[in-house]
């Protein structure tokens, strides 16, 4: 019997690797995800175009471009929920492709895109990287040393309270009543 399709679903990851991304404030940025993929039509994926992979790879990294433009470097660290994003923005559809990135490569190239995962985002710049790293560090003393302080104010708060409220011959709870209704 001719056979001239076949469906083998097995989903494979494929590596994207970030070139020519930028954040908001047009810092260089470099890294990787992973794109999990399977071939629904072989014909379209061999023949409708050379490479499916360099077109999986053209299509999708404009749409990831075009997100992490959408945020300074520091957000990007924060962001939990980028994969998401990036998700959203390849099935949202634009004049080029009314089913979005998604679509387009389903139904023009017989590739099926099932997931995508952020790897890691780092500055390009060697340099900026030691700096972003530097300022990220700096940043998480300085939240360390503010709790530290309000932990050390809320017991100096507390030592005070039961002092005066030993000197002024009462409990602190009733102490409390009596700023409550009188800060003065």
């Known amino acids: 019997k001719n056979i001239d399709k076949f469906y083998a679903k097995v989903d494979y ?9 930028e954040d908001k404030n047009n810092l260089p940025l470099l890294g990787h995800a992973t794109l999990l993929a399977h071939i629904v039509n072989p014909t379209k994926s ?25 945020f300074g470097f520091d ?15 390849l099935k949202e559809p634009n004049p080029d492709e009314p089913e979005g990135v998604i679509g387009k490569l389903r139904d023009k190239y017989g590739i ?5 995962r952020i790897v890691n985002i780092d500055p390009q710049d060697e ?6 790293l530097t300022k990220y560090r700096a940043e998480r003393e300085a939240d360390a040393a ?3 302080a309000n932990r050390d104010a809320e017991l100096t708060e507390g030592r005070v309270m039961e002092s005066v409220a030993r000197a002024s ?16």
Do not use: H, Q
């Open 112 to 116: 099926v895109i099932v997931a995508l």
């Open 13 to 21: 990851p494929y590596a994207l690797l970030f070139v020519k991304c």
């Open 75 to 89: 957000e990007l660290k924060e962001k939990d929920d980028l994969d998401e994003l990036i998700w959203a923005k």
């Open 169 to 184: 011959g009462i409990t602190r709870e009733e102490l409390e009543k009596v700023l409550a209704t009188n800060p003065k």
């Open 46 to 70: 061999l023949f409708a175009t050379a490479n499916f992979y360099d077109t999986m790879i053209g299509l999708v990294l404009p749409s990831v471009r075009k997100c992490l433009k959408g």
């Open 127 to 132: 340099d900026l990287r030691k700096i972003g």
């Open 146 to 148: 503010k709790a530290v």
